[in-house]
C-alpha cells in the first residue's frame, strides 16, 4: 500500500514538471534558434564548438545591438548525440518556437539528421541550413527551397581541392597522368563524393585511387599499406572525428609525407591536427574560414561575452579554432538572413518562410563583411533562388605543429562544371517525390 | 477490489481459447484501442505523434520480434537491427523493382525478405546455444550493416547508401502527414501483436517454451527441434523486418545502414530486457521506458536545471540518471517492467487488504 502512494506521488511530481516544462508564457517579440547541438558522444567536440561559437554569436547580438533592430534572439538547446532520431526528436520539439517566439531555422550540422528533416522542414517551413555540408543537390534551391547547404557543398569542396592540386602541378593540364588517393569515411557523408571525383579523374586525366576507411575509423593499417604502394602524387583525407588523428599518425608509420595529405572540411580543426602530435606537422587541409582570434568580430565576442563570463565554451582557450569559428560564421550567416527579412517583411520576429527568403537573398561583399567585421573570415557569397550555396571557395591551411596557417588565397570550385550534375540529381529527386520545381525566373 | 475476477465461468470451448479471459481485460483492450484510433489522431499534435507515439510502436514491434526469439523459444540474438535493415532495404528496393507494389505489400515483402536472411543466420542455433549463438548472430548485425554500404545496388544507386522513404499511400488515400503516419504504423503493428499473442498460445509457441526450457528433453518427448528454431527465427525476423520498414518509411522517412547499427540492436535487446521476457505487454513497457525516459528527463532538466550547469555536463548527468534507474528496476524487478505489472494486478485484486 505504501508502495502505491509512493508511485502515485512519483507520476504527480512528474506530471506536474512536464506541464511546467511546456506550459508556454507569451513573451512575444523575440526570434528564436532552435538549436539541435550535441556536447557528449563521440562528436562532441565539434558540437561543443560550433555550437559554443553559434550561441556566443547569438549573445553578441543581443548585448552589442540589442538584437536584430530591437527583435532579441532567443535559443534553447536540445542534445542529439549526432544520433539521427534524437535529431528528429529535437526537430519536432523545438520547431514550434519558444514562449511564443518564433523559430527562424534549424541548424542540426549534422548529415543523418539533415536528411531525416529535409522533408519535414520542408513541410513545415522552416529553413534547413547545413553550413559546409549536406545533401549536394539541395543547392538547387528550385526544387529545395528550404535547404541551404552555406558556402560549399561537397562536390565544390573536392572540386576546390583538384583545382589546387592543379594549381600546385603548374596548371590543370599538368594533372594527366597523376596519381590521386582518396580516403573516404565510410557513411554517407564520406561516400557524397565520389561519383565526382570520378568525373573529375576522367577530365583532367588523372588516376584515382579511392580507399574506404570504416567508421569510426581507429584501424587504417592495410589502406595505408596500399597507398604506400600505389604511391600517389596527393592523398585526399576525407575523414570525420576519430579518424583524421589515426590517418596523420598512419601515414608517418608508413612514410607518407603529411605534406602531401589535404584534409577536406571536416579534417580541418585543431581537433584533428592536434591528437597526431608530430606526426601532423605540415598536414594541409581546406577550410571556409581561417580559425584565429584576430578578427574584429571576434574581438567583439571575446570584449562582450567572454570577457563578461558568458561565453558558452566549457575551455576558453578553444576560442578561435576551427569549429568556434564555424559557429560564428554560422551566427553572421542566419542573423544576416533574419536582418534581410526584417527589411522586407517588417522588424518584428519571423516565421520560418519569410527568414527562408532571407537566406536566399544572402549577399555579402567585401563591404558588408567589413561592416560586420567578419572580412578574411567569412568569404564573398551571394546566394539567389536557384543557388542556395551561394560560395564555393575555400582557402588551403596548413598545421605548424602548434596551430594552423592560412597558405592561400581563395580558390574557387568549377561551379559550372558541377551545375549540371547538381541539376541531374535534384531533378531526379523532384520526379522521384512528385514535386514541380518552382520558376526561379519569377522569384523575386 | 478493484479487480474482481470471481464467477467468470467459460461454459464454452470457444471462450475458454480466448486470449484475454476476464472481461475487465477485453474492457480495458477496448478502450485502449478506441483512444489509439479514435481519440489520439484527433487530440494529438506533430510532436507527440513524430517524436513519441511512432517511435514507441515500432520499437514496441521490434521487442516484439526479438522476445519471440529470446524470451519465447530462448535463442539469443544480437542481430535485431540487422534483420530490420534488410527489412527495410528490401521493401525499398522491391518498391523499385517492382512499380507499383502496394505499400503495405512491400512492408510484408521486406519481411519474408528477412524471415529468408533470418532463417540461414538461425542454422547455426541447431548446433550452439546461449552465448557462442550471440556472437554468431552479431556475425549477421556486422555482415548485413557491411553488405548494405558496400554495394549500392541496395540503395538504388546511391552511392552514399541513404534510401528515402517512397509517397505513403494505401488505396490512393495519403497517410504522409503525422497522424496518418502514426495510424499507418498503428494499423501494421495491432494485427501483428494479435499474430504473436494466438501464436505463444499455439502448439509452436509451446514447443518454444519446451526448447527453451530443456531442449534435450523437447526432442526427447518429440518437438522437433530444427523445425521449431527455424521458425522461430523466421518469424521473429519477420517482424522485425516489418519493424525495420516502419522505422525507414513510417518514422524516418530516410534511413541509412548505419541506423540499424550494433546500438540499435542493443536497444532492441533492452526493450525486452526491461520490459520482460516471454511477455507480449512487456514490448510495450519496456519500449516506452526506452523511448519516453530520456525524453523526459531532456524536458525536465532542460526547465529545471538549465542555467545551473553547463549544458554539457547536463546531458552526462541525464545519462547518468538514466542508468541508475535502469539499474534500480532491474535489482527491484529482475523479470522487467511486465512481471511487476502483474505484481500491482494481484495487489489491486486484494485492496484495500494487505497483500
Known amino acids: 500500500m505504501k508502495n502505491h502512494l509512493h508511485t502515485l506521488k512519483g507520476a504527480v511530481v512528474l506530471a506536474l514538471g512536464l506541464a511546467a516544462a511546456s506550459a508556454t508564457a507569451q513573451a512575444g517579440g523575440e526570434q528564436y534558434f532552435p538549436l539541435q547541438s550535441y556536447r557528449v558522444g563521440p562528436y562532441a567536440a565539434g558540437g561543443t564548438g560550433f555550437f559554443g561559437g553559434f550561441i556566443d554569436y547569438l549573445q553578441y547580438v543581443n548585448i552589442k545591438e540589442g538584437g536584430v533592430n530591437g527583435v532579441k534572439l532567443s535559443w534553447s538547446e536540445c542534445e542529439t548525440e549526432y544520433v539521427v532520431e534524437k535529431g528528429v526528436e529535437c526537430y519536432e520539439r523545438l520547431k514550434k518556437g519558444l514562449n511564443g517566439a518564433p523559430a527562424a531555422a534549424t541548424n542540426p550540422l549534422s548529415v543523418g539528421i539533415a536528411y531525416a528533416t529535409l522533408e519535414r522542414s520542408t513541410a513545415d517551413k522552416l529553413p534547413l541550413i547545413t553550413i559546409n555540408h549536406g545533401r549536394t543537390d539541395s543547392t538547387d534551391g528550385s526544387v529545395f527551397p528550404y535547404v541551404f547547404p552555406l558556402q560549399l557543398n561537397p562536390y565544390s569542396e573536392v572540386s576546390a581541392i583538384i583545382n589546387y592540386i592543379g594549381q600546385k602541378s603548374g596548371g590543370l593540364a599538368k594533372l594527366k597522368g597523376k596519381k590521386i588517393a582518396v580516403l573516404y569515411h565510410g557513411s554517407p557523408y564520406g561516400k557524397e563524393t565520389n561519383p565526382i571525383l570520378e568525373l573529375l579523374s576522367k577530365k583532367y586525366g588523372f588516376q584515382l585511387v579511392s580507399l574506404e576507411v570504416p567508421h569510426p575509423g581507429n584501424e587504417q593499417q592495410s589502406q595505408w599499406l596500399t597507398i604506400r604502394q600505389q604511391k600517389p602524387d596527393w592523398v585526399i583525407l576525407r575523414g570525420w572525428g576519430v579518424m583524421n588523428p589515426v590517418a596523420l599518425k598512419t601515414a608517418q608509420k608508413t612514410g607518407y609525407p603529411a605534406d602531401h595529405i589535404i584534409g577536406n572540411i571536416w579534417s580541418n580543426s585543431e581537433e584533428d591536427a592536434a591528437p597526431a602530435g608530430a606526426a601532423a606537422k605540415g598536414f594541409i587541409s581546406i577550410t571556409t574560414h581561417p580559425s584565429g582570434t584576430q578578427f574584429p568580430v571576434l574581438q567583439g565576442i571575446k570584449k562582450t561575452v567572454l570577457d563578461a563570463g558568458k561565453g558558452n565554451l566549457a575551455d576558453a582557450k578553444r576560442f578561435g579554432t576551427v569549429y568556434y569559428n564555424l559557429g560564428v560564421v554560422n551566427g553572421i550567416l542566419n542573423v544576416e538572413a533574419v536582418r534581410l527579412a526584417q527589411a522586407k517583411f517588417g522588424k518584428k520576429p519571423l516565421t520560418g518562410e519569410q527568414v527562408r527568403w532571407g537566406f536566399e537573398h544572402l549577399h555579402f561583399d567585401d563591404k558588408r563583411l567589413k561592416e560586420v567585421g567578419a572580412l578574411g573570415l567569412l568569404q564573398p557569397l551571394q546566394l539567389s533562388c536557384a543557388d542556395h550555396e551561394g560560395g564555393g571557395a575555400v582557402r588551403f591551411q596548413q598545421w605548424d605543429g602548434q596551430q594552423w596557417k592560412v597558405i592561400s588565397p581563395w580558390v574557387q570550385a568549377d561551379r559550372k562544371l558541377l551545375r549540371p550534375i547538381i541539376e541531374d540529381s535534384s531533378h531526379k529527386y523532384a520526379k522521384e517525390k512528385g514535386i514541380t520545381p518552382r520558376d526561379c525566373s519569377k522569384e523575386s | ?355
Do not use: C
Open chain 2, 1 to 355: 477490489m478493484f479487480y474482481q475476477e470471481s464467477g467468470q465461468f467459460s461454459t464454452r470451448y470457444r471462450q475458454d481459447g480466448r486470449a484475454l479471459r476476464l472481461w475487465q481485460q477485453r474492457a480495458a483492450l477496448w478502450a485502449l484501442l478506441l483512444l489509439a484510433f479514435g481519440l489520439l489522431p484527433f487530440i494529438g499534435n506533430d510532436y507527440w505523434f513524430s517524436a513519441i507515439l511512432i517511435p514507441f510502436l515500432v520499437l514496441s514491434l521490434a521487442g516484439l520480434g526479438l522476445n519471440l526469439l529470446t524470451g519465447y523459444a530462448g535463442q539469443l540474438s544480437l542481430g535485431s537491427a540487422a534483420f530490420m535493415a534488410v527489412g527495410a532495404f528490401a521493401s525499398y528496393k522491391l518498391q523499385f523493382l517492382l512499380p507499383g507494389l502496394p505499400l503495405l505489400l512491400s512492408f510484408v515483402a521486406g519481411g519474408v525478405v528477412a524471415a529468408i536472411v533470418g532463417v540461414v543466420f538461425g542454422l547455426p542455433s541447431l548446433r550452439i546455444k546461449g552465448f557462442y549463438l550471440l556472437v554468431s548472430t552479431l556475425a549477421a548485425q556486422f555482415f548485413v550493416e557491411w553488405l548494405l554500404t558496400k554495394f549500392a545496388w541496395f540503395s538504388n544507386g546511391n552511392e552514399s547508401g541513404v534510401i528515402t522513404a517512397p509517397p505513403l499511400l494505401v488505396a490512393g488515400h495519403d497517410f504522409g502527414s503525422p497522424a496518418g503516419r502514426y495510424l499507418l504504423t498503428l494499423s501494421v503493428v495491432l494485427p501483428l501483436f494479435v499474430l504473436a499473442a494466438n501464436l505463444v498460445r499455439s502448439s509452436l509457441g509451446r514447443n518454444w517454451m519446451a526448447v527453451r526450457d530443456m531442449d534435450t528433453a523437447a526432442a526427447v518427448i518429440g518437438i522437433p527441434i530444427l523445425r521449431t528454431k527455424l521458425l522461430a527465427f523466421a518469424i521473429s525476423s519477420f517482424i522485425l523486418g516489418v519493424a525495420g520498414s516502419l522505422w525507414a518509411f513510417t518514422y524516418l522517412g530516410t534511413v541509412e545502414p548505419h541506423g540499424f547499427d550494433l546500438s540499435r540492436s542493443f536497444q532492441v535487446l533492452f526493450i525486452i530486457i526491461l520490459g520482460g521476457m516471454g511477455s507480449i505487454l512487456g514490448n510495450f513497457l519496456g519500449a516506452a521506458f526506452i523511448v519516453l525516459l530520456p525524453i523526459v528527463l531532456s524536458i525536465l532538466s532542460g526547465s529545471l536545471l538549465s542555467g545551473v550547469l553547463p549544458a554539457g555536463q547536463l546531458e552526462n548527468l541525464q545519462k547518468i540518471i538514466f542508468g541508475v534507474l535502469i539499474i534500480l528496476f532491474l535489482i527491484k524487478e529482475p523479470d522487467g517492467l511486465a512481471r511487476l505489472w502483474q505484481g500491482w494486478r494481484a495487489r489491486a485484486r486484494l485492496w484495500p487488504l494487505r497483500f
